[in-house]
């Protein structure tokens, strides 16, 4: 019965998406995408296009991001821009991050970074955090910006209140060692936790240093060890050596 139900429900989906209803356009495309395979991608295609033909930022940035992997399409790159260029114009902020991505590394003449860096802005006034990290490497580089250790960490903040475990863990070294910013060891390893939940091997490293050293925690050799050996599962070379110079 359940599978009647929904077998009813596919066609009459499917009748609305011939007849050009664009949520039923979307809704397919999407079903076929989430199966993550080479026959979802292909059938996904021809309903992104005609979502795409009616302006759908989704289905357009959805279209950049098969031309770009090869998914159902072959790559293409050009095209890739194309779409993702028309998904950002409409305020698409994966497509404004993804188009700045491309533009950013062109080669020669044909590369854009101040076009990449307004691109990455608008996409992280919209609470992009890949857009945001962006941004705070681009500062800690001086790559399209002149280089600014402040501006880095702000972004690199920013980045780290959305969840970005990197720059959770690049906050927490910035505050550490005192790059842009008064050091302040407690707020470094406040941000080193944070970096540690998703598992970032040099965030539980550099708890590691923290505890052993005292910084900004009490000075815990054993809490040190199983930070280090945390981090040395993941193949931290520096923490395998820490932990076999550390003794009860």
């Given at each position: 019965?359940?599978?009647?139900?929904?077998?009813?429900?596919?066609k009459?989906?499917l009748a609305?998406?011939g007849?050009?209803?664009?949520?039923?356009?979307?809704?397919?495309?999407?079903?076929?995408?989430?199966?993550?395979t080479?026959?979802?991608?292909?059938?996904a295609?021809?309903?992104l296009r005609?979502?795409?033909?009616?302006?759908?930022?989704?289905?357009?940035y959805?279209?950049?991001?098969?031309?770009?992997e090869?998914?159902g399409?072959?790559?293409?790159?050009?095209?890739a821009?194309?779409?993702y260029?028309?998904?950002a114009a409409?305020?698409?902020d994966?497509a404004?991050?993804n188009?700045?991505?491309?533009l950013?590394?062109?080669?020669g003449?044909n590369?854009n970074?101040?076009?990449?860096?307004?691109?990455?802005?608008?996409?992280?006034?919209?609470?992009?955090?890949?857009a945001?990290?962006?941004?705070g490497l681009?500062?800690e580089?001086g790559?399209?910006?002149?280089?600014?250790?402040?501006q880095?960490?702000?972004?690199?903040?920013?980045?780290?209140?959305?969840?970005?475990?990197?720059s959770q863990?690049?906050?927490?070294?910035c505050?550490?060692?005192?790059?842009?910013v008064?050091r302040n060891?407690?707020?470094a390893?406040h941000?080193?936790r944070?970096?540690?939940?998703?598992?970032?091997?040099?965030?539980?490293y550099?708890?590691?240093l923290c505890?052993?050293e005292?910084d900004g925690v009490p000075?815990n050799?054993?809490?040190a060890?199983?930070w280090f050996?945390?981090?040395?599962?993941?193949?931290?070379?520096?923490a395998?050596?820490?932990?076999?110079?550390?003794?009860?």
């Open positions: 019965m359940k599978r009647l139900a929904r077998t009813r429900k596919y009459q989906l609305l998406a007849n050009g209803n664009l949520h039923a356009q979307c809704y397919l495309a999407d079903l076929y995408l989430e199966r993550e080479k026959e979802g991608n292909r059938a295609v021809p309903w005609k979502a795409a033909k009616q302006g759908d930022p989704w289905a357009l959805q279209l950049g991001y098969a031309y770009q090869g998914l399409v072959p790559k293409d790159k050009q095209r821009a194309h779409y260029e028309r998904s409409k305020g698409y994966s404004q991050l188009l700045g991505i491309i950013a590394n062109r080669r003449r590369r970074l101040k076009e990449a860096i307004r691109l990455y802005r608008l996409a992280a006034r919209q609470g992009n955090k890949n945001c990290f962006n941004l681009y500062y580089l790559r399209g910006v002149r280089q600014n250790n402040r880095s960490l702000r972004w690199y903040l920013k980045a780290a209140e959305l969840g970005h475990a990197e863990r690049i906050a927490g070294y505050y550490h060692e005192g790059v842009g008064r060891t407690k707020t390893v941000w080193y944070k970096a540690t939940r998703a598992g970032d091997a040099h965030a539980q550099n708890l590691g505890y052993l005292g000075r050799r054993r809490l060890r199983d050996g945390k981090a040395a599962q993941q193949g931290h070379r520096k395998r050596e820490r932990l076999s110079d550390i003794r009860d």
